[in-house]
Each structure stands twice: as structure tokens, then as C-alpha cells.
């Protein structure tokens, strides 16, 4: 697809003769939300993982932008805009909110992270970084540590540390694991938000979450992919009823 910001064909790993994921073909179409989901050891994080080259495939290729970056380094294909969240929250808890946005942003700006910069240099890049936490609404929490901070707000936290970057493509692991109905909803919100000039693809297992906000779903089960599409076309689809929508848990 050439609106594709992100394709994989023929993506595979195996694992000392166990294949965790085989022969998979996906299209993330820029400015969308796309969604993979299946029941546990389907094989998202890895697929996820091989996207984000922390693992190396085993076979098949990965374009992101034009560029094949199969063999790139994780770092690299950050510095192009491709960057990724993980299932457990990553961020400085010893540190303020607003310090852990300042540290993001000093990579961004290719300098290297250190904690003794002057008040000065840190200074310059306060406006930015409170611009980012208003964004995902935690500019009153500025002053907070990090480690003080409910696991909603975390979450936002590294979402503002992500967007720090500067991403084209965000890639979310399991954003609302974990939290509660009434996180869940702000965090689904804040997705909605920073998706509005970014492409999306994420690994979620709240099917309500799924259906508010993909355009596109990529059901994988046993490593391969079982359906895609759309949320009403793939939640009726007999193969996916049977392998995911009849779990409680993705």
C-alpha cells in the first residue's frame, strides 16, 4: 500500500525450533489508529518487538518511511521517528513530572541525557515540556515526582515523554493494562488526542478500547494472522469469536 507508513512482509521468529510468529504481512496507513489483538502468546509483543527490531527477525523484511530497516539498530529507527512504549510504565520516579519531559526532550535535541545540565539549559526547554504536559493533561502535576503519581497519570507521563521524541509513528504496548474503568477512559481520550497528526499501532487487550478509537484490526493467533480489518467486520468473524472473543482476556 503506498499510503503505508509501516509494512511488514513475510515477518517471522523462530525461537530454538518454536516459531512464535509466522509469515506475517501488515500495513499501518499513515494517520491511522491501528490495533493488533489475540489471546495470550498470540504473538503481539514479539511481532511488536520484531517492528521495533529488539529482537531480529528470523525472516521477512520491514519498510518504515521507504527505508528497509530489517537489520537497523532500535536507536536508529527512533532518531526516524518510529518510537515505542512498553507494557510496564518506563519512567524517572525520583524525578518531577516536568523533569522527566525535560530529559526526553534533551535527546530530542541530540544532546546526551544527563542529570547535573544547569538550571539554564534545562530552563530553555520548560515551555516546551509544559506545553507537552498540558497536552496530556498533567500540567498541574508538573512539581510531582514521578514515583508519586497515580498508574493513569504515568501512563500519561510516558505518553508526554514519547511525544517528547517527536514521533510520526507511535507504537503503544498495552496502554491501559492494568488500570482502572475510570483510567481507562481518560487514557483511551488521550490516545484520541495525540493520534490526531500521528499514526498509531498498538497492542491492546480492551476490546472497548479497541473499537473507540482503531480503523484497522490485525487479529493474530499462534503467531499468524487470523483476520483484518475493521472493528464491526473482524468481531463478527467466526475464526476470531472462537480464538479471542469469547476470552476475557487478550
Same mark, same amino acid.
Not at 12 to 19: M, S, V, Y
Not at 87 to 114: P, T
Not at 165 to 176: G, I, K, N, Q, V
Not at 206 to 219: E, P
Given at each position: %500500500? +503506498? ?38 502468546? &498470540? ?77 539554564? %539549559? ?6 516546551? &515540556? %509544559? ?48 488500570? +482502572? ?45 487470523? &483476520? ?12 476470531? %469469536? ?9
Amino acid at each position: %500500500m +503506498s499510503d503505508a507508513i509501516l509494512q511488514a512482509r513475510g515477518l517471522t521468529k523462530t525461537f530454538a525450533g518454536f516459531t512464535a510468529v509466522e509469515n506475517v504481512d501488515l500495513d499501518v496507513v499513515c494517520g491511522s489508529i491501528h490495533a493488533l489483538i489475540g489471546p495470550n502468546g &498470540a504473538g503481539k509483543t514479539t511481532v511488536f518487538n520484531l517492528l521495533t527490531r529488539f529482537i531480529t527477525p528470523t525472516a521477512g523484511s520491514i519498510v518504515y518511511d521507504g527505508t528497509d530497516i530489517t537489520r537497523a539498530k532500535p536507536t536508529a529507527i527512533a532518531r526516524q521517528g518510529m518510537v515505542r512504549s512498553f507494557q510496564i510504565s518506563a519512567i524517572f520516579g525520583h524525578l518531577s513530572v516536568l523533569d522527566n519531559v525535560r530529559v526526553a526532550l534533551q535527546r530530542h535535541q541530540g544532546k546526551a541525557y544527563h542529570f547535573w545540565r544547569s538550571e539554564k %539549559m534545562l530552563d530553555s526547554l520548560t515551555d516546551r &515540556a %509544559m506545553a507537552l504536559l498540558d497536552e496530556v493533561g498533567l500540567a498541574e502535576f508538573a512539581d510531582t515526582l514521578g514515583v508519586e503519581l497515580a498508574y493513569g497519570r504515568k501512563r500519561a507521563l510516558e505518553i508526554a515523554t514519547t511525544l517528547a521524541l517527536d514521533p510520526r509513528l507511535m507504537l503503544l504496548d498495552e496502554p491501559t493494562q492494568g488500570m +482502572s474503568a475510570e483510567d481507562v477512559g481518560k487514557v483511551t481520550e488521550l490516545i484520541r488526542q495525540v493520534a490526531a497528526d500521528r499514526t498509531i499501532l498498538m497492542v491492546e487487550h480492551n476490546l472497548q478500547v479497541v473499537s473507540r478509537l482503531a480503523d484497522t484490526i490485525t487479529v493474530l493467533n499462534r503467531g499468524e494472522i487470523l &483476520a483484518e480489518g475493521p472493528y464491526e467486520t473482524v468481531s463478527r468473524d467466526p475464526a476470531v %469469536m472462537e480464538a479471542y472473543m469469547g476470552t476475557a482476556d487478550a
